[in-house]
Every structure is written in C-alpha cells, then in structure tokens.
C-alpha cells in the first residue's frame, strides 16, 4: 500500500511563531487531507488538497503531485493550534492512508 | 448541513464482554462509512469500511466485526473482547472518497 510520512514528528513553537510540516507519499494519489486533532480526540478536516493551493485563515497548504510531497503552514500560531496534525491519503480507492502525524506545542 | 454521531463517548469493558458501538450520519444519502482504531500516541488505523447496505470490507483480521444495516448507520461490534481491543475508535464518513468528517469517537478501555 501507499507509505506516507510525515514530518518533523514533534514540533514546539512560540505563540506567534510560524511553521511548516510536511508530508511525503510513495506514489500518486487522487486524494490528499490535512486533519488537526485537538487534545480531546476530535478530528478536524483542514484541507482537501489533491494538488495545487490553499488558504483558511492562518492556515494555508500545498500539494505538489508531480513531486509526491505536500506541506502545511501554521502562520502566527496559537495556542489553541496544539496538537495532532495528520496528513492522509488515498491512491486507487476510497481507504485513507494516514501519517504518524506531527505533534505541535504552542507556548504561550 | 451533514453531522455525524458516535456513541458512547467512553467505555469501559471486562475482557470477554460484548461490544457495540453505533454511527449515524445525518443529511447526506449513500455515504461511504469507516471504521478506525488509533492506539495511544499512534496513528490511525483502518479497521473496515463499506460503500453501500450491507456491503462491508475487513482490513484487519480481528476480533471485531461491522455491520451497515441501514443507510447511514454502521455498527462495529465484539462478541468477546480482548485487552488488546483498548483504544480510541473513530467512525468516519465521506462523499465519493472526498472530504473526509469524523465523529467524536469512543474511548473504549478493556480491563
């Protein structure tokens, strides 16, 4: 099956600080999220992004297919940003292949 | 609006009990529905997924069964549960394998 790492796996940051996380994918896919996970379990969807660009409010993400990679920018993070932040995939069909996620720390 | 329902919020099970844990999906038709588990500080994995009534694909053989007994329900169940069973599982639903929403998930501790 499709192998999707992400990284770097843990991150800290200072409230206000940006930042870029990274997910890399072993072969092309039809689908890409991003999914934040608060510290109470919940899965929020960021992105459905495929490919190309977008933004939602401080946050913003790119996939370049061709390449196999995408990334997400965390601009003036907050505290409230900590936590999960999963990048997941699909190649031929409808099953998710998920990251092992990059852990964020905002500190106030 | 679509919204997605899981419940309980928490478990907890002697080891050899049954389980049931149930999905509803409300305002959306013929959604794809799935079933995760996600070990403690791990990522998330896929446990069964199904496309239609009835239809109902394993990815892990295990313990644990599904079942979609009507549209927008799905049910993951045990007849005997295992410690190994302990984890947080997470029903999901998308559209034609697009934007991907899940439910608030189940903390299920075996003891």
């Known amino acids: 099956g499709i192998q999707v790492e992400q990284s770097p796996p843990d991150l800290i940051l200072q409230e206000g600080a940006n930042s870029t996380l990274r997910c890399n994918f072993s072969d092309s896919v039809n689908n890409l999220q991003w999914f934040h996970q608060n510290p109470w379990g919940q899965l929020i969807n960021l992105f459905y992004?495929?490919?190309g660009t977008k933004q939602n409010g401080r946050l913003s993400a790119t996939t370049v297919a061709t390449e196999r990679y995408s990334l997400l920018y965390i601009s003036s993070s907050q505290t409230t940003d900590s936590g999960v932040y999963f990048c997941?995939?699909?190649?031929?069909?409808?099953?998710?292949?998920f990251g092992a996620g990059t852990t964020v720390t905002v500190r106030a | 609006s679509q919204t997605i329902h899981q419940w309980p919020a928490t478990l907890v099970q002697p080891v050899g009990s049954p389980l049931s844990l149930e999905c509803t999906v409300e305002?959306?038709?013929?959604?794809?529905l799935y079933w995760y588990r996600q070990a403690a500080g791990r990522g998330l994995q896929l446990l069964f997924y199904?496309?239609?009534?009835?239809?109902i694909s394993s990815e892990v053989p295990q313990n644990l069964s599904a079942s979609r007994p009507q549209d927008r329900q799905f049910i993951l169940s045990s007849k005997k549960l295992l410690l190994s069973d302990s984890g947080f599982y997470l029903c999901?639903?998308?559209?034609?394998?697009?934007?991907?929403?899940f439910g608030q998930g189940t903390r299920l501790t075996v003891v």
């Open positions: 199904s496309v239609g009534i009835g239809q």
């Open positions: 997941a995939v699909t190649s031929n069909d409808y099953k998710l292949s």
């Open positions: 992004i495929p490919s």
């Open positions: 999901a639903w998308d559209q034609q394998g697009v934007k991907t929403f």
């Open positions: 305002g959306t038709s013929n959604p794809n």
